[in-house]
Each structure stands twice: as C-alpha cells, then as structure tokens.
C-alpha cells in the first residue's frame, strides 16, 4: 500500500542517523529553513513538490516518500498530540536547538 507519513518519518530518520546528517544540512540542501522542513518531514507540513522531490533524492528514498511529503499533513493531529512519539520528538528537536533557531 501506500506510504504513509509516519513510514516516511521513520525513513528518513534513519537515513539522518546512519549518513549522520543534521536537519540543519537537509534542509539547507533544499533551500529551505530547518524548522519547517523538520515539521515536513515529521509530517507537520507539506513540503513544495519540488522540494520533497530533492529532499527524497538527496536521502536515497523511494520516489513515493516524494508525493506523501507533499500530501497536505493530517489536519486531525491536533487531537493526537499527547499520544504521538513524533510530536513529543520534534518539541524536544525545539527544545534542544531552540536557542539555535
């Protein structure tokens, strides 16, 4: 079936740790700032179509991890904040980096 956003998440942290790549460098790669790319590839925001086509390109992913990064993100999120280990994971990435951003 199709990908979905967390699939897509999980693809492309694991291709930020293994080529030890910082979400600062990903998203300067495709000329854009890193918290939004961050929140796009969290599935917090869709992405441009050409930028996720870079994006996927630049990681080594599956063409299709392209279109789900462009999809408009699941607006019922909202609801599902206390539970999802992805949103917990990006307000750390804030929490961390946010004197930096």
Known sequence: GMLSKSDVTEMIYEKKRTAGLS???IAEDIGMSE???TSACLGMNSL???KAEALTRNLGL????????AEY???TF???VP?????????EIIGVYGQTL
């Not at 599956?62 to 990064?69: G, K, R, S």
């Not at 539970?83 to 307000?91: A, E, H, Q, S």
């Open 73 to 75: 993100p699941n607006k």
């Open 83 to 91: 539970t999802d280990p992805c949103i917990y994971r990006f307000y």
């Open 35 to 37: 918290v939004f790319v």
């Open 78 to 80: 909202t609801q599902t």
């Open 48 to 50: 441009p179509k050409d």
């Open 23 to 25: 979400w600062a460098s």
């Open 62 to 69: 599956p063409q299709e991890a392209a279109i789900v990064l």
